[in-house]
């Protein structure tokens, strides 16, 4: 069995492999087998009987934590097998946190650490109080606009003679009268002043060029508003069109898409870290916050039915009660449907960089999306013919690739099937190729 989440192997033991121990009791519990390689083969392991005794020690005097230490023997070679069992205080060897994750151990640091260490007392960040926020740190404007919001909706419990002060206690926004880190992100007037990064920041691009870039500054309610605005004013076009006497604007994207993934970029996003970051790109737009999935999650999950898990639930109940958000844990998929219904390829949903992020792409027939639908070079080339000339004939498919008729069709008919192309209604001599959905 290879090594994996809750196994590791050891040819000899080093004090070094305190570290992983601490990791396991951190995480999810685990085994270490000292006596074995990398590919779980045994090798043998000199002075067993001493390590029996010096083991189980060492880590009750490291970690204060009893661990099950085991001798086994295979073929005739010893080893030594380390369970650690998981714990739900948090865990330090000399003042340092390690943790478990994937095959690999890592060092819990800076808002990591803080994070995991709110985690195993109970909290979650937005729930811990902020000491230097009062209720005249509350812009009463937005707090107004979310009250008639959640109204509409009907998701909030009756508010009608309470104070604004009764109003966030129903809301969990406080705890003995003081304002929780959730308050100031959702309704705060200056939310930067406490945490200097809540800002999001806009930039557009020209391959790895920056061609002019916006700071958006304000609380969660205003984000959502003004990144939306200046992202439809100054960085994406709006496509006109005219039925009867009205006037229609259409967006380079669907609107719920691009509101959707600004939505989960700011309700889920670890506060402590980088700020969040909108690159538009003149095929897609990214949009990027700190924070990595759940360990018990991953991408492809979130393009399914999922159980939700946010990073910051007192945050996500108030949006949901705002009507921001329809339901927990379905942003994603309807991220992905409502591109799908917008004819736009799939978004790519990937951790990157210690975050989440989320692509749109505006063009289906860019080569990297085409690539990954499976065409080949000479089909690549045919779709870049097809986009200057506006239609392919089964012979000029033949002399551009320098191919047989036989491989010109077979390729045609899959461009065909793959809806890149469309065929023409006439058949025979006559018959072209041109693009779908045109």
Not at 126 to 149: C, G, H, Q, W, Y
Not at 315 to 327: E, P, Q, R, T, Y
Request: hydrophobic share 35%; charged share 25%; aromatic share 10%.
């Amino acid at each position: 069995m290879p090594e994996q989440q809750n196994i590791e192997y050891k040819s000899t033991w080093h004090e070094d492999y305190l570290k992983w121990v601490c990791g396991f009791a951190n995480a999810q519990g685990g085994v270490i087998y000292i006596g074995k390689n990398d590919n779980g083969d045994v090798v043998g392991l000199e002075g067993y009987r001493r390590l029996m005794d010096d083991i189980p020690n060492k880590i009750r005097n490291a970690m204060g934590i009893i661990v099950e230490v085991n001798l086994h023997e295979e073929a005739g070679k010893h080893l030594i097998e380390i369970i650690t069992y998981p714990y739900s205080v948090p865990i330090s060897l000399r003042g340092r946190y390690y943790y478990r994750s994937g095959s690999t151990k890592q060092e819990l640091t800076g808002a990591s650490l803080n994070e995991f260490l709110l985690k195993k007392s109970g909290k979650t960040w937005d729930d811990v109080i902020e000491p230097r926020a009062s209720f005249e740190d509350i812009d009463e404007n937005t707090f107004s606009a979310f009250l008639k919001m959640s109204e509409e909706k009907g998701r909030m419990p009756e508010t009608i003679g309470l104070t604004i002060r009764e109003v966030f206690d129903k809301l969990l926004l406080t705890e003995n009268g003081q304002l929780k880190r959730s308050a100031v992100i959702l309704f705060g007037k200056n939310p930067t002043k406490f945490y200097p990064n809540t800002f999001v920041k806009i930039g557009r691009f020209k391959g790895n060029d920056i061609l002019f870039h916006d700071v958006v500054e304000g609380n969660l309610i205003t984000l959502l508003r003004e990144v939306t605005n200046q992202l439809n004013h100054k960085y994406l076009i709006q496509k006109i069109h005219f039925e009867g006497l009205y006037r229609i604007e259409t967006g380079e994207y669907p609107t719920p898409a691009i509101r959707e993934t600004l939505l989960n970029a700011l309700i889920h996003r670890n506060y402590m870290g980088a700020m969040t970051q909108i690159r538009v790109y003149d095929d897609s737009i990214n949009v990027w916050n700190g924070g990595t999935l759940p360990e018990d999650m991953d991408s492809e999950a979130l393009k399914r039915p999922h159980r939700s898990s946010p990073r910051n639930p007192i945050i996500a109940d108030v949006c949901f009660k705002g009507g921001l958000i329809d339901s927990w844990g379905s942003g994603t998929i309807k991220i992905i449907d409502t591109c799908k219904q917008a004819e736009l390829p799939e978004p790519e949903l990937v951790e990157q960089q210690g975050g989440f992020s989320v692509t749109l792409f505006k063009n289906r027939l860019t080569v990297e999306q085409l690539t990954k639908r499976g065409l080949n070079d000479r089909q690549l080339r045919a779709v870049e013919y097809v986009k200057e000339k506006g239609r392919i004939t089964n012979r000029e498919y033949q002399n551009i690739n320098a191919i047989s008729q036989r491989t010109a069709s077979r390729e045609l008919s899959d461009l065909v099937e793959k809806e890149v192309l469309k065929s023409s209604e006439t058949k025979g001599a006559g018959s072209y190729f041109y693009l779908f959905g045109e």
